[in-house]
């Protein structure tokens, strides 16, 4: 089995090939870098952008080609027009690769989409059946994907959307608070009663590639967790347990925090912290027979370690 992972070098495609480079399979990472660096066993395709990879003699050797590169959400986006950005990359790009992959002959497509197709977070769980709902031109240009992609015929395409991704290598908020936390600075989360799901990328990175292989996968859309959800505050916890740091949470009212996050222009910061979103990830278990190889504090206490080293 011959694989082609794009975004082999961001957070989940190094983890991903990591997963896969101890297996039999022969692996190609796509890079867009001559010095970037890849686990020994996995081949790299240098390219300028994704467009070069549409006519790529690579693709004939191909069984499953596995799209991670995206333009990803941003909290600051200085592009004129984002919407437009995001479509060029993550929407036009997706599907001019799948249909040049069908072309050369590769059997099955798996596609990293993203919980922000369903939307933002409600008060109940995401399921596969929930109408997509996105709200920002990032998950708006990954349902259009989606769309596009399961219009390709003869091309067994999987799509995966998964909530928060945390592990070795997070960057963005989760970093942000495990510096925080790590610290001991105290947070005003204590009165936080949400409820949120994440994924750790060890459990991501598996669920990825039982859906490259397993024959009930084809055609299907997963929504993946842990299998655990927690508050904020829950999660402050468990980070400040994982690190062996004491916890300090401040029981501040969520409501006069939303007010002041008003006023500083941090609204979508607070939403984040204090919304609930979680998905019901009992489909890709029932399907494909699979079930997470870590649990959330296994992940949380893997995060952790590299933090420790690195920080």
């Avoid at 029932?286 to 296994?298: G, K, V």
Wanted: net charge positive.
């Amino acid at each position: 089995m011959n694989y082609l992972i794009t975004g082999a070098t961001g957070f989940v495609g190094l983890a991903l090939c990591q997963r896969l480079a101890s297996s039999e399979q022969t692996v190609y990472g796509v890079v867009r870098r001559s010095d970037a660096v890849l686990p020994a066993s996995v081949k790299p395709i240098l390219v300028s952008s994704l467009a070069d990879l549409y006519t790529h003699p690579i693709l004939s050797k191909i069984d499953v080609v596995i799209h991670l590169a995206a333009r990803v959400h941003q909290m600051k986006d200085a592009a004129a027009d984002p919407l437009s950005e995001f479509r060029a990359i993550n929407t036009e790009a997706t599907r001019n690769l799948a249909i040049a992959a069908r072309s050369a002959g590769v059997k099955r497509f798996v596609y990293l989409s993203s919980i922000k197709v369903n939307g933002d977070g409600q008060s109940t769980p995401y399921t596969e059946q929930s109408e997509p709902q996105p709200v920002d031109p990032y998950g708006i240009s990954k349902w259009e994907a989606e769309c596009a992609l399961k219009q390709i015929e003869d091309l067994e395409v999987v799509i995966l959307r998964p909530p928060l991704v945390y592990g070795a290598e997070v960057r963005a908020n989760f970093l942000n608070l495990m510096k925080l936390v790590n610290k001991g600075i105290p947070l005003p989360l204590g009165s936080v009663n949400n409820r949120r799901s994440l994924v750790y990328v060890g459990n991501l990175v598996d669920a990825i590639a039982q859906c490259a292989i397993h024959p009930n996968a084809a055609g299907h859309t997963f929504l993946i967790s842990d299998n655990t959800d927690l508050s904020t505050a829950e999660l402050v916890k468990n980070i400040a347990k994982s690190l062996n740091k004491p916890v300090r949470l401040l029981p501040i009212s969520p409501v006069l925090l939303t007010i002041l996050a008003r006023i500083l222009g941090k609204t979508a910061t607070v939403d984040r912290l204090f919304g609930s979103l979680t998905v019901d990830s009992s489909r890709i278990c029932r399907t494909l027979n699979w079930h997470p190889p870590f649990t959330l504090l296994q992940g949380l206490e893997n995060t952790a370690r590299w933090f420790q080293d690195t920080h």
